[in-house]
């Protein structure tokens, strides 16, 4: 009997071993489910704060490039448009680095692959137009003729005038006086209507118009070596100096002149600053919309899991 009892006793505590140690095994799987779930909580979260920080720096740097371009496009010297050219590259540089960090990171969200695909195009387009923007504004050519315009342009008119003038008074005794200053002055005067055509010239963008400035200044230009050459045939010593003075000057001009023609010709300060202010500035404002439509998004679903 007392070992019917004893066996009795043995199944009784074999059985409550096995109900505690169900229930510590049941404690132990929940446990264990709710830490992962919380480290899985955790993790989504970090991963959409990481994606969070990559948009905003992209924005910034999106922003700080498109600033470096416009500051190039402005600037009024070769180094000053060369050094925010290299700013403006870095900053789209360092948009390219985040933009393929956070590819990665958005993959298995159809929401956020697509904002990402359309942010994507935009960049390309973008990237594109700043390599022309920058290209055409390091060059410069518009403010280079405007400094030979207003400089060595300037000063070979001014010595040409003095030279003639001289001439003039010289020649104020001779049969001939009324010729020669009647010729000296038709030279200077057409000198000068050819040199204030030079600033509307770099000014303008539209090619018909400067055909048409050209060929009042080749008119001018006839103007003036005829009158110089019809000169050549009345001035006499000492009046023979101031008249080669005058055609040196007037050669220094024509030289200078086509110079000027040519860099406005190529037009990179007007047609950069044009697509700044059109294309680049429509196209930037469309990437960053973008931008903030996906960091929209990714703080959307943020919240949503935070509920759930």
């Not at 960049?123 to 400089?151: G, H, P, Y």
């Amino acid at each position: 009997m007392r070992t019917l009892h004893t066996d009795k006793g043995m199944t009784r505590m074999q059985v409550g071993i096995a109900i505690a140690l169900v229930l510590l095994l049941s404690f132990l799987v929940v446990f264990l489910l709710r830490h992962e779930n919380a480290n899985g909580f955790h993790s989504a979260f970090e991963r959409s704060v990481k994606k969070l920080q990559i948009i905003q720096a992209m924005s910034h740097d999106l922003l700080a490039s498109a600033e470096a371009e416009k500051s190039a496009v402005m600037a009024d010297t070769d180094e000053a448009s060369q050094a925010l050219a290299e700013q403006s590259i870095q900053a789209a540089q360092n948009v390219e680095k985040a933009r393929r960090e956070l590819e990665h990171l958005l993959e298995g969200n159809r929401q956020h692959a697509h904002l990402f695909h359309e942010f994507s195009r935009c960049w390309e387009q973008l990237q594109a137009i700043d390599q022309e923007v920058l290209s055409l504004a390091v060059q410069n050519t518009n403010l280079k003729a405007l400094r030979l315009s207003f400089v060595p342009a300037a000063e070979a008119l001014r010595h040409m005038e003095e030279a003639l003038n001289h001439l003039m008074d010289g020649a104020s005794s001779s049969p001939d006086a009324v010729k020669i200053t009647r010729l000296a002055s038709q030279a200077v005067t057409s000198a000068l209507h050819l040199y204030t055509l030079q600033v509307p010239h770099i000014a303008e963008s539209t090619v018909t118009r400067m055909e048409e400035m050209e060929a009042a200044m080749q008119s001018l230009d006839a103007q003036v070596t005829d009158a110089l050459q019809s000169l050549q045939a009345l001035v006499h010593e000492p009046g023979k100096s101031f008249l080669d003075v005058a055609w040196v000057s007037y050669k220094d001009l024509q030289t200078i002149n086509a110079e000027i023609v040519e860099l406005s010709r190529q037009n990179s300060n007007i047609r950069s600053f044009a697509l700044s202010l059109g294309q680049k500035r429509k196209m930037t404002a469309q990437c960053q919309d973008v931008l903030a439509a996906l960091q929209e998004t990714v703080r959307e679903s943020m919240a949503y899991k935070a509920t759930k």
